[in-house]
């Protein structure tokens, strides 16, 4: 009898054993082994200014994936906290302060990054996982990482935000306009190496004109040219690491100096530019060239046929560049009770194969024809991450009280470039020195 009570107790024990073993998943991504990754059925938080979990849900490509990460890693729930753009960055922020944020994975803008960096608010990934899985991730999304590694730490590891290659910049134009105004193919210009800003100038000029006879300029050479796609294109920085590895405000390179003389030129002496940021005047046909990120450009917008092209190269480029814009990425918090099980989670839903499933997807969503698919496929192998305005705190270009806004003000104010800019420098410096903790 006492046997058999001891058989007894040892099976319970090997069965509980067993059971708890179970809930642990051994996980291995294609980034790195992670190993046993269990939540103890704690609920996940997703914060973000859109849903980014819809794929996963009924209808979705990836159904029931949800379903599959709670019972593999034994997780309680993972829910959406969706809030808007203009608040997601605080609300992260509150919920970090509040003690809140223990299970949240944080998706968001870039407008938020210093701010919340600055505050100690995100966890160093780079604590936690080794060099190999930096290397793994994709090239564009990489080369931001090193540019935002801010006092030597690491803070983006997903590669499941399309985002890392929404803002790079290219050249949409109107194929209609420039048949019906008898200007060469943009595509042959490009393959001949003429894609520059002389030659776009002069198109601009011969596109811009009163199509009805009333007096009245009516369809113009550009859209509205915002002024850190003229800086990219001719090589030109507005911050930059020097010779010594500290961040430097750079906009007196002459590479930048020179981008914003012909802007100005461009926009207030030749009146060869229309509109705002959104693009208004293009979609409805009246500019040739419109000049614009990834994630505006729509063909279901369009009533013209339309191609696709770098941003034309400044004198200072021998080839066209291919800016990468900004970095909008996930987070974990710096209270984070599991970072590695976060992390883990992250890259079970958001595989490589789907990054890059989902960048042929929304190029193959901007072109109608070979040509415009060529350029992203050229995009992909050379955008330079070195080509972005991460440092949001120097300001917008239209904040004529902030930095990097006072500059462009300056510009199209009529001043001196190089005058405006030295005026606006040591502003600058000190505000990096001061978020770099120089």
Excluded at 210 to 228: A, L
Aim: hydrophobic share 40%.
């Amino acid at each position: 009898m006492v046997m058999g009570r001891k058989l007894s107790f040892l099976l319970v024990a090997v069965f509980m054993l067993w059971s708890l073993a179970a809930q642990a998943y051994e996980f291995e991504s294609d980034r790195m082994y992670f190993g046993d990754i269990d939540f103890g059925g704690a609920t996940v938080t997703i914060v973000a200014h859109f849903d980014n979990l819809v794929r996963f849900k009924e209808g979705g490509a990836e159904a029931g994936k949800l379903e599959e990460a709670k019972r593999l890693f034994n997780i309680g729930d993972i829910r959406l906290l969706q809030v808007g753009w203009g608040e997601v960055g605080q609300t992260c922020l509150n919920r970090y302060m509040a003690g809140e944020s223990t299970w949240d994975i944080w998706r968001l803008p870039h407008q938020y990054f210093f701010d919340l960096a600055t505050k100690g608010a995100f966890f160093d990934v780079s604590q936690i996982l080794p060099e190999s899985y930096f290397e793994k991730l994709p090239r564009i999304t990489r080369d931001k990482n090193e540019m935002l590694a801010l006092g030597g730490k690491k803070f983006h590891y997903s590669c499941g935000v399309p985002d890392d290659y929404g803002h790079s910049e290219f050249l949409v134009f109107n194929k209609d306009i420039f048949e019906r105004e008898g200007l060469p193919s943009p595509y042959e210009l490009y393959e001949n190496n003429e894609w520059t800003w002389d030659v776009v100038e002069d198109l601009a000029k011969r596109a811009t004109r009163d199509t009805d006879g009333d007096g009245t300029i009516d369809q113009w050479g550009f859209s509205f040219i915002n002024p850190q796609y003229m800086i990219f294109a001719n090589g030109g920085t507005i911050t930059k690491f020097d010779e010594t590895g500290r961040m430097i405000f750079s906009m007196d390179d002459e590479a930048t100096i020179e981008a914003l003389r012909r802007l100005n030129q461009w926009q207030n002496v030749d009146g060869l530019t229309v509109g705002d940021y959104q693009m208004t005047e293009f979609k409805q046909g009246r500019v040739a060239m419109a000049w614009m990120p990834f994630w505006q450009i729509n063909p279901k917008e369009y009533e013209f046929a339309h191609g696709v092209l770098p941003p034309p190269r400044g004198p200072h480029m021998d080839e066209c560049a291919f800016p990468s814009g900004v970095a909008d990425a996930f987070f974990i918090p710096a209270n984070a009770a599991n970072p590695l099980a976060l992390i883990a989670l992250d890259n079970f839903l958001w595989p490589l194969d789907t990054y890059y499933e989902e960048l042929d997807n929304a190029i193959r969503a901007r072109v109608v024809d070979v040509e415009s698919y060529r350029t992203f496929q050229d995009a992909i192998e050379k955008w330079d991450g070195n080509l972005a305005y991460y440092f949001n705190f120097l300001g917008s270009w239209w904040q004529a009280d902030r930095p990097y806004g006072g500059v462009i003000q300056g510009v199209m104010s009529g001043k001196s470039p190089a005058s405006v800019i030295a005026e606006f420098k040591p502003v600058a410096q000190a505000q990096i020195d001061e978020v770099f903790g120089y």
